[in-house]
């Protein structure tokens, strides 16, 4: 199986930045996808960014020009560089990969943007 596990949330005042990043464990190739999603208090989870294995990005609507999604694909690791944070932007992340047929999801680090 694969285990993705979430490092580098935390406090934040608005309008600071924060990285937070995600790797890949297991018997893994070839990852197809990896991603950010979120969810606040009250919220369904969202998705904030994506990129493909070639490096293409997606981002939200919400986010774009403030976040940057970066993979590396030999350490199957996935960061998002998060920059003049609101407190809208307080959730929950989750690292997201989809490899083979299956999308993979890890335990979630909580961002706060706050005062």
């Known amino acids: 199986q694969v285990q993705l596990v979430e490092s580098g949330g935390g406090l934040v005042q608005p309008g600071g930045s924060l990285r937070i990043s995600c790797a890949a464990s297991g018997s893994i190739f070839n990852i197809r996808a990896m991603g950010w999603y979120r969810q606040a208090p009250g919220k369904q989870r969202e998705l904030v960014a994506s990129?493909?294995?070639?490096?293409?990005?997606f981002y939200a609507d919400s986010v774009k020009g403030r976040f940057t999604i970066s993979r590396d694909n030999a350490k199957n690791t996935v960061a998002l560089q998060m920059n003049s944070l609101k407190p809208d932007d307080t959730a929950v992340y989750y690292c997201?990969?989809?490899?083979?047929?299956?999308?993979?999801w890890g335990q979630g680090t909580q961002v706060t943007v706050s005062s």
């Open positions: 997201n990969a989809y490899y083979g047929d299956t999308y993979y």
């Open positions: 990129i493909s294995r070639g490096g293409s990005p």
